[in-house]
């Protein structure tokens, strides 16, 4: 069974230029997470969809920060314009029940 | 509202010696607890979980945790440790009421560092 998928694995910007991460979830799983990880931190939940609707967003810089999961499968995020303090691993996952979420390798941002 | 904490950002131990990894939650209904593993460039990978069955969970790769409600706590545990442990550990908790359905998510602690000397 394939994993989570997500890409680019690494990506080098300069702030206030934009940057868009994609993910394709398991098959199957109806929901979607974006975790946002700051070195030596845990990761912290961003957004969540449940198939093609926002289910939290609370914690998502919306001035700067936008994601989507049109027909309810693989997912963007996007951010624009960054800041230093957005140099983080933006790790996708995914699940199908009770807590067991999937997770991607993720994609290193480094904003410079 | 729900919260980790993990105790120790850094544990050392060598090969072959016990691994304890302290985690305590805050919970106001009966959580759901989780443990995930981190390796150096990857995403993480669920380690093991408890969900109000038996208090005593085993995971893979041989480690164990045990849920204590008088002590809020779900510490992590292998009787040997092994070069390949060398990771970032973190624990998670959701609650009872959200498991499954579309309100589900993980909160996690601020992860702690394994380094396992030869």
């Known amino acids: 069974e394939a994993g989570v998928a997500q890409s680019p694995r690494y990506k080098i910007i300069e702030k206030r230029q934009s940057v868009a991460f994609w993910c394709n979830p398991i098959s199957g799983h109806a929901t979607l997470y974006w975790y946002q990880q700051i070195l030596g931190q845990g990761p912290k939940l961003l957004i969540q969809f449940q198939n093609n609707g926002v289910v939290d967003d609370s914690q998502l810089p919306k001035d700067r920060f936008s994601a989507e999961r049109l027909k309810g499968v693989d997912s963007t995020l996007k951010i624009q314009p960054a800041k230093l303090e957005d140099s983080a691993v933006y790790l996708c996952?995914?699940?199908?029940?009770?807590?067991?979420?999937?997770f991607g390798e993720g994609s290193r941002l480094t904003v410079l | 509202a729900q919260s980790v904490t993990q105790l120790g950002s850094h544990v050392s131990v060598s090969e072959g010696a016990l691994v304890l990894l302290r985690c305590n939650y805050s919970s106001s209904v009966p959580p759901y607890l989780f443990w995930y593993v981190q390796y150096p460039n990857q995403g993480l990978q669920l380690l093991l979980k408890?969900?109000?069955?038996?208090?005593l969970v085993k995971g893979i790769n041989g480690f164990e945790a045990e849920f204590k409600k008088s002590e809020t706590s779900f510490h992590l545990t292998k009787p040997s440790a092994h070069m390949s442990d060398a990771a970032e550990y973190f624990c998670a908790v959701t609650l009872e009421g959200n498991s499954g359905g579309s309100n589900y998510k993980l909160t996690f602690g601020k992860g702690t560092l394994l380094t396992v000397n030869p």
């Open positions: 408890y969900t109000s069955a038996a208090t």
């Open positions: 996952a995914s699940s199908f029940w009770h807590g067991e979420l999937f």
